[in-house]
């Protein structure tokens, strides 16, 4: 398998543009992760799915960001207007199951991550 | 709700020294406890786990950690270290207190190996 795939890997952008982020879990997995990575906060979570439906957005920051997962095999991520404070590392990540069940004894796996700079 | 904390932010050590990274976890539950790390540039990677079972688990590249629930840690180790472990290492717990399935990360550790 691929393992999961973003993409873009780096994303530079104007305050104000809307920025879409995507990501591609690995086959058959049923969780899907959303996390910002910044020098500040370190790792959050911002919303996870299961079985494409949104579980818990608690971690997301403001109206202007958005997920979705239209289906299995893809969702986004969408900041609208962006702005400086959204820099970060965005990471996806995938489970096939409940973490410490046998079928998800590993945790998650996750992306190599998008680079967003907003200027 | 569960939460990690990370001591140190940065551990600089010598190649072949041994290394200690701390971690300490706060849940009023039983926890699964992980550790991950990350390259620069990289996603980040499983090192090892804690699910249930021995308290001392071993992992990848040499590293063991210790799970200790009446000081509620599990700090990583690793006798000897070579330039290719500086990286970046997270501590990460998972509880079900909330009913949900959310891997909680700790701040982070850059651990770096000197000549």
């Known amino acids: 398998d691929a393992g999961v795939i973003q993409s873009p890997r780096h994303e530079v952008t104007e305050m104000g543009q809307e920025v879409t982020l995507r990501c591609k879990p690995i086959?058959?997995?049923?969780?899907l992760f959303w996390y910002r990575q910044t020098m500040m906060r370190g790792l959050e979570l911002l919303i996870y799915?299961?079985?494409?439906?949104?579980?818990?957005d608690s971690g997301m920051p403001e109206d202007r960001f958005s997920a979705k997962m239209p289906n299995a095999s893809f969702s986004t991520l969408k900041i609208q207007p962006s702005e400086p404070r959204d820099s970060a590392v965005y990471f996806c990540?995938?489970?096939?199951?409940?973490?410490?069940?046998?079928?998800?004894?590993?945790?998650?796996?996750f992306g190599s991550g998008t680079r967003l700079t907003v200027v | 709700a569960q939460s990690v904390t990370q001591l140190d932010s940065q551990v600089p050590v010598f190649e072949e020294a041994p290394v200690e990274l701390r971690c300490n976890y706060s849940?009023?539950?039983?926890?699964?406890l992980f550790w991950y790390v990350q390259y620069p540039n990289q996603g980040l990677q499983l090192l090892l786990k804690?699910?249930?079972?021995?308290?001392l688990v071993k992992g990848i590249n040499g590293f063991e950690a210790e799970f200790n629930k009446s000081q509620t840690s599990f700090h990583l180790r690793k006798p000897s270290v070579h330039i290719s472990d500086t990286a970046e290492y997270f501590c990460?717990?998972?509880?079900?207190?909330?009913?949900?399935?959310?891997?909680?990360f700790g701040t982070g550790t850059q651990l770096k190996v000197e000549l």
């Open positions: 990540a995938s489970s096939p199951g409940f973490i410490g069940t046998a079928l998800s004894s590993g945790g998650y796996t």
């Open positions: 086959s058959g997995h049923d969780y």
């Open positions: 799915f299961n079985n494409n439906v949104p579980i818990d």
């Open positions: 849940s009023s539950v039983s926890v699964y």
């Open positions: 804690y699910l249930s079972g021995s308290t």
């Open positions: 990460a717990v998972s509880d079900f207190a909330g009913g949900g399935n959310k891997l909680t």
